[in-house]
Nanobody, 116 residues
């Protein structure tokens, strides 16, 4: 059974940093992508950053150069380092697991609020 548990959200001032963590267990796939998505109030969920099982990363244009996705060697955790945070980064951030032909698996989400 796939379990994704996010942590690390909180309140931060503009220009600050946060590091999100996603503890992953029960992944049954050999080819897959893990990622971070976010959803702000009144908006659709959007992709922020993804990483494949081979380590290929992809970022939304709005976070390139500011956010970095990484994983530990055993794929038991995926991280999102967020620097130079802006108020428009405020959202609930979700960890995801996806393999071709299967639905998304989601964590419960963690709130990130960027405000002075």
């Amino acid at each position: 059974q796939v379990q994704l548990v996010e942590s690390g959200g909180g309140l931060v001032q503009p220009g600050g940093s946060l590091r999100l963590s996603c503890a992953a267990s029960g992944n049954p796939f050999s080819i897959y992508t893990m990622g971070w998505y976010r959803q702000a109030p009144g908006k659709e969920r959007e992709s922020v950053a993804t990483i494949t099982e081979s380590g290929i990363t992809n970022y939304a244009d709005s976070v390139k150069g500011r956010f970095t996705i990484s994983k530990d060697g055993a794929w038991s955790a995926v991280y999102l380092q967020m620097n130079s945070l802006k108020p428009e980064d405020t959202a609930v951030y979700y960890c995801s697991l996806k393999s071709l032909g299967f639905p998304f698996y989601w964590g419960q989400g963690t709130q990130v609020t960027v405000s002075s």
